[in-house]
């Protein structure tokens, strides 16, 4: 059996390979030689990231090698070094130090102390330990990856889960609540989710510097009122038949390690809250969890290799398609095509929004991203707004289990079923365009 699957994987391979060569070689009117060859990387990508044939950051660097080795040739002045830098940019190490950071709250347990603190104050009474879950969720998910905080979370509810009756829907609420929040709450940092920082990465790439609290202005409102609308929609959706849950929750011993990592976070995201204030730039200032945590012991050599060093490239190979697609011209031309620059911006946001909600749901979100954001800079004037509705709606598509890991996690753990799942991701889903779209249009660029 594995080897007929590694048979059927390789030869998808080569018909997706096939395939991007064949479309690069069309003769396409009005696509220059290098927005074709750029075009054939675009086609294998999308559709390597669409199937996951290999894995997702392997596609990530097959871009950058491509990119770098086909183009320079095509484009007078350009340099391989300049698609090398998107592995390096400074929202890859901004993403880089929030891993660290969320490694060292992992590791000593403080994302577990949070819990018990928020959870000790909702009593047991069934609405609120569901609001608790949630709140906690999705704080966790704004500093944290939203994939550990799900497992986290979900290990944290199924005790409480098992002490309510099987045939009371509340017992569902508290599943789906904690994948749904960690997806909406990554939406409120620039280190919460991935396309968030793809999206600041191009947007500086092309003349707009997003600072942290910048981006915080955007994401913030629409991740609360998102969480308040989750815990809403399922109390509606599955109303609790029980009137007490009884709360397990294991106890940590607050030592100086937990109180170290505890002040450097405080820290962290203060300086990232008041970087545009102090004058420091968010990226310099991701330095100081590994370099806290790395020289004091609070993270090892295994820590040091844990680290989403996949995430992170699959960030850059994304950056770098955007940068290719620009500077070859591609992204105009698929513009023109399209004629989508001739539709007004409002219309061509939901147009846009609608595609990444569609294509988020069966890929990966931050895959979404990487393909929808760089046509929407080749707008032109007016792009900004877009590539920030983009990346939010990548987060808000939770319609099916693959659609992201938490849902994929919650899924997994056998209390909810995929029709489920889906109903209440629809409502999220639709109700994540309609704030973001409303939020996104109130503050000015």
């Not at 000593?108 to 569901?130: A, C, E, Q």
């Not at 607050?254 to 990226?283: C, D, E, M, N, P």
Request: proline share 5%; aromatic share 10%; hydrophobic share 55%.
């Amino acid at each position: 059996m594995p080897f007929n699957k590694n048979v059927k994987r390789l030869t998808l391979f080569f018909a997706i390979s096939i395939i991007a060569v064949i479309v690069s070689l069309l003769p396409l009117p009005g696509l220059s030689p290098a927005a074709a060859k750029v075009l054939g990387i675009f086609v294998f990508a999308m559709l390597s990231w669409l199937t996951e044939v290999i894995p997702l950051s392997v596609t990530a660097m097959i871009v950058v090698f491509l990119s770098a080795l086909l183009l320079p040739p095509e484009i007078s002045g350009l340099k391989a070094s300049y698609f090398y830098s998107s592995l390096s940019s400074s929202t890859v190490i901004l993403f880089a130090g929030g891993y660290f950071l969320a490694s060292g709250m992992q590791k000593h347990k403080i994302d577990m102390i949070f819990s018990k603190f928020v959870l000790s104050k909702t009593g047991n009474n069934p609405k609120m330990v569901l609001l608790g879950l949630i709140l906690t969720t999705a704080f966790l998910s704004m500093w944290m990856s939203n994939t550990a905080t799900t497992a986290l979370m979900i290990a944290v509810s199924l005790p409480i889960v098992r002490t309510i009756s099987k045939d009371d829907p509340f017992s569902t609420a508290l599943v789906l609540g904690i994948p749904f929040a960690a997806n909406v709450g990554g939406i409120a940092t620039p280190v919460g989710t991935p396309p968030n920082a793809i999206a600041i990465q191009m947007l500086l790439d092309n003349g707009y510097k997003v600072t942290f609290s910048r981006w915080m202005m955007w994401g913030l409102p629409i991740a609360v009122i998102l969480v308040i609308f989750l815990w809403w929609l399922l109390l509606i959706i599955y109303k609790p038949k029980t009137k007490e849950v009884i709360l397990k929750i294991e106890s940590v011993r607050i030592g100086w390690r937990q109180k170290y990592v505890l002040t450097i976070f405080i820290v962290t995201a203060l300086l990232w809250l008041l970087s545009s204030v102090i004058h420091l730039s968010s990226s310099l200032i991701a330095f100081i969890p590994p370099v806290a945590f790395l020289s004091t012991g609070i993270l090892n050599k295994e820590d040091f290799r844990t680290i989403g060093w996949d995430i992170l490239i699959l960030v850059g190979g994304g950056i770098c398609l955007g940068m290719a697609m620009t500077k070859s011209g591609l992204s105009d031309w698929i513009l023109h095509s399209l004629h989508l620059s001739n539709i007004h911006p409002l219309l061509l946001l939901l147009i846009l929004g609608l595609l990444t909600y569609f294509a988020s749901n069966f890929m990966s979100n931050t895959a979404a991203a990487n393909i929808f954001i760089p046509l929407a800079i080749g707008l032109g004037k007016g792009f900004a707004p877009i590539v920030v509705y983009i990346a939010i709606i990548a987060s808000c598509s939770m319609l099916l289990p693959v659609s992201t890991p938490p849902n994929a996690i919650a899924y997994g753990s056998g209390a909810v079923e995929t029709k489920q799942m889906a109903r209440t991701g629809l409502f999220m889903g639709i109700a994540g365009m309609i704030i973001a779209f409303i939020i996104v249009n109130l503050f000015k660029f």
